[in-house]
């Protein structure tokens, strides 16, 4: 069964999330800041508002970083 849009988006914010903190312990940095260097170089509102494009550019940048 495929997801609704809602759904993709919860589950796109916990993948984030999960990226952001596998980040955060790797460099020590703050949650919010690796957040903030995202949305600087990806652009957008916060994860809580972003779409499913912005959530998917932001997880294929953090995986760059």
């Given at each position: 069964?495929?997801?609704?849009?809602a759904?993709?988006?919860?589950?796109?914010r916990?993948?984030?999330?999960?990226?952001?903190?596998?980040?955060?312990?790797?460099?020590?940095?703050?949650?919010?800041?690796?957040?903030?260097?995202?949305?600087?170089?990806?652009?957008?509102?916060?994860?809580?508002?972003?779409?499913?494009?912005?959530?998917?550019?932001?997880?294929?940048?953090?995986?760059?970083?």
């Amino acid at each position: 069964m495929a997801l609704s849009a809602a759904q993709r988006r919860v589950a796109l914010r916990r993948q984030l999330n999960a990226l952001v903190a596998a980040r955060h312990h790797r460099t020590g940095l703050p949650h919010g800041k690796i957040h903030a260097e995202l949305r600087r170089l990806c652009g957008g509102p916060p994860s809580a508002q972003a779409t499913i494009e912005q959530l998917e550019e932001r997880i294929a940048t953090v995986q760059t970083l």
